[in-house]
């Protein structure tokens, strides 16, 4: 049952002006060293001065997910992770299903708005 498995750490939205919000995204990754890789990477790319809005790990720790074999490729494909707007079950007993349309790369989204 550990097929297609990944590691999911939620990231929160900070935007200057407005109440912060609880995880609203998250980065998919195959394993520990993946999500370190990019989140370093993420925040070497962040300008000196912060962005009206950007996200950030959130405090809810990064957690083991089963899901469907084409997201599971997708990301393992990428090298360090991917975004994903869908944040999946907390569980590999069961399949959280992705669509394709909600992952991007590092480079592609949700570095800064």
């Known amino acids: 049952m550990t097929e297609n498995v990944l590691l999911c750490k939620p990231w929160s939205v900070c935007q ?14 195959v394993d520990e060293a993946a999500l370190r890789t990019f989140t370093e ?25 089963r899901v469907d074999p084409t997201t599971y490729q997708r990301v393992r494909n990428s090298g360090m ?24 790369s590092l480079t592609e989204g949700m570095l800064m708005r």
């Open 41 to 65: 990477t993420y925040w070497k790319r962040m300008p000196q001065e912060a962005p009206e809005d950007y996200v950030y790990p959130a405090e809810l720790p990064a957690y083991r997910c």
């Open 81 to 104: 992770g991917m975004w994903s707007t869908t944040i999946p079950r907390p569980t590999i007993e069961a399949v959280s299903l992705i669509p394709a349309k909600e992952l991007t």
């Open 16 to 29: 200057m002006h407005k109440p912060e919000r609880g995880a609203e995204f998250c980065s998919l990754h």
